[in-house]
């Protein structure tokens, strides 16, 4: 999923304030001719042979850089927001499951697509996120490649496996996927945009050459909204129609709930398919106040949309951020008609939200970065829904609070899918928070537990400062652990803590 900032705007800039809206227009001008008078003096630093898929690369990059020079604040006039209509959104439950003997040929209609383009570095690992060992050492790419296998032999089908890349993760993955070789599942994959960062100072982008690897600060993926033209300009788009095939599943490597399902793929091209075709849906579920930031439907001259907290006005963050007047959020789960993509790219009639992401480089430069998110582009298809899908289709992991909960009996490992326990009592998750200062990083995180504590029965978990858990540990209800500064706790092996609050310090030595 995107990460967005609190300071990211989706909104043009206005470099000098001025009355006249003619002097704006020439800037505006201005800043775009500047810019691309750059970008090719950043062209002529690279060997000839690679300057013309570069080129359309960049040409992409201006026509972005020109759309943000004319946005004028949020783009959306929040009183024009209508109410849902009744058949927006699906209720996942009213799907029905196909027949056994229907399920190859829909399957052979499906290719699978992860978004892979995120490093691990904000979970203190190298390389990229997907080759985190995230249960039985086991990671996000081989619990995906064991999913699409198992579907592949159980099915007697074919589905491929797509990942697209950013220029921070396409050479180790390209290593990695080697060892994947004898397996049933045929994988592809594709690079997404490698842009510049501009100076938020002049406008103009910070690399002094090509070489993005002599230096990687100054480039960046511009987000997930790019899969579409750079899966176009892969040729796999092309090759997919060509074979017969119909829908992509997209979504994030990190999100482990994220598995083909097949009475949505039933809904799109099996028995259930509707009379008018459905080119694109966006797998939705209930908003809780642990949710309130994420992207929701709304209904928006007609189109049912993305909305992102970005586009909000300030003045109506807390109504976007209602649970009672947005009840979904987005999965970033997606569906996607391949033939529709196709027609959207040949019409050019693609367009996606700006979002400006602000970011300070280590030698303290300020700089923008603009992206686009693979959700927004909902309302340039025909016939898109949502469908109110179960939580446990949401199970991303961010943090180490996640990989606690998937690491824990609270989950069983089927065919490379996470299955929660028939012995938890309700289907949510317990909220979980660790400290940043002590678990943040994967390393760190493991070597504070034994090993992971039963959290069956748990319900809110958190934990701060300089604790340790022994093996064997149960942990119950609301646990509440605070080590203050100075102070260290190790929870003792075989420790029951069931609604317990435990602070101070407690030692527990070797004899």
């Known amino acids: 999923m995107l990460d967005v900032p609190h300071e990211a705007k989706v909104r043009g800039h206005q470099r000098v304030p001025s009355d006249s809206k003619e002097f704006h227009e020439v800037t505006k001008r201005d800043a775009l001719r500047l810019l691309e008078n750059d970008v090719d003096r950043l062209l002529q630093t690279t060997e000839p042979a690679r300057r013309p898929a570069l080129q359309a690369e960049m040409n992409r990059f201006a026509e972005l850089f020109g759309r943000f020079l004319q946005e004028e604040g949020p783009s959306l006039d929040w009183n024009k927001i209508q109410k849902l209509p009744e058949n927006a959104v699906m209720n996942y439950s009213n799907l029905k499951s196909p027949k056994n003997e229907q399920i190859r040929n829909m399957l052979d209609k499906l290719v699978v697509i992860k978004l892979n383009g995120g490093l691990g570095t904000s979970m203190g690992c190298h390389g990229p996120k997907s080759v985190i060992p995230v249960r039985s050492d086991l990671t996000f790419l081989d619990l995906t490649v064991q999913q699409i296998e198992h579907l592949n032999k159980t099915y007697d089908a074919n589905v491929p496996l797509v990942l697209m890349n950013s220029f921070n993760t396409d050479e180790d993955t390209e290593k990695i996927v080697r060892k994947y070789k004898g397996f049933r599942v045929q994988i592809h994959t594709f690079n997404q945009s490698c842009f510049p960062r501009i ?120 109504d976007f951020k209602s649970v009672k007047t947005f009840k979904f959020f987005n999965t970033n789960n997606i569906w996607a008609n391949l033939a529709a993509i196709d027609r959207v790219l040949r019409e050019r009639t693609l367009n996606m939200e700006i979002i400006v992401n602000n970011k300070t480089l280590e030698n303290g430069t300020r700089v923008i970065q603009l992206e686009t998110a693979v959700g927004a582009a909902m309302k340039c298809f025909d016939g898109s829904v949502g469908i109110n899908v179960p939580r446990s289709r949401f199970l991303p992991v961010k943090k180490s609070s996640d990989l606690l909960l998937v690491m824990s009996n609270l989950y069983t490992l089927k065919n490379g899918s996470l299955v929660m326990s028939p012995q938890r009592m309700f289907p949510t998750t317990p909220l979980v928070k660790l400290g940043e200062n002590h678990f943040s990083k994967v390393k760190e995180f493991l070597g504070r537990f034994a090993n992971i504590p039963d959290i069956i029965e748990l319900d809110h978990l958190t934990v701060s400062g300089d604790v340790t858990f022994g093996r064997g540990v149960s942990l119950r209800g609301t646990v509440i652990i605070i080590a203050n500064h100075g102070d260290r706790i190790d929870i003792p092996a075989g420790a029951i803590l069931e609604n317990k609050i435990v602070s101070g310090n407690m030692r527990i030595l070797d004899h």
């Not at 033209?229 to 119909?246: A, Q, Y």
């Not at 994420?294 to 003045?315: C, D, M, S």
Request: charged share 30%; proline share 4%.
């Open 199 to 318: 100076s938020r100072e002049h406008f103009l982008p910070v690399a002094k050459d090509f070489d993005v690897e002599k230096d990687m600060e100054a480039w960046y993926p511009p987000g997930h909204g790019d899969f579409y033209d750079t899966f176009r300009n892969s040729g796999l788009l092309k090759r997919f129609i060509e074979e017969g095939r119909e829908y992509c599943f997209l979504s994030n490597i990190d999100n482990l709930g994220a598995t083909v399902d097949l009475n949505i793929l039933n809904k799109l091209v099996g028995e259930e398919r509707a009379s008018t075709p459905v080119d694109f849906v966006m797998e939705v579920t209930d908003k809780t106040r642990a949710d309130v930031k994420g992207g929701t439907l709304i209904q928006f001259e007609n189109k049912l949309r993305l909305l992102e907290i970005a586009q909000v006005p300030k003045e109506h963050v807390d």
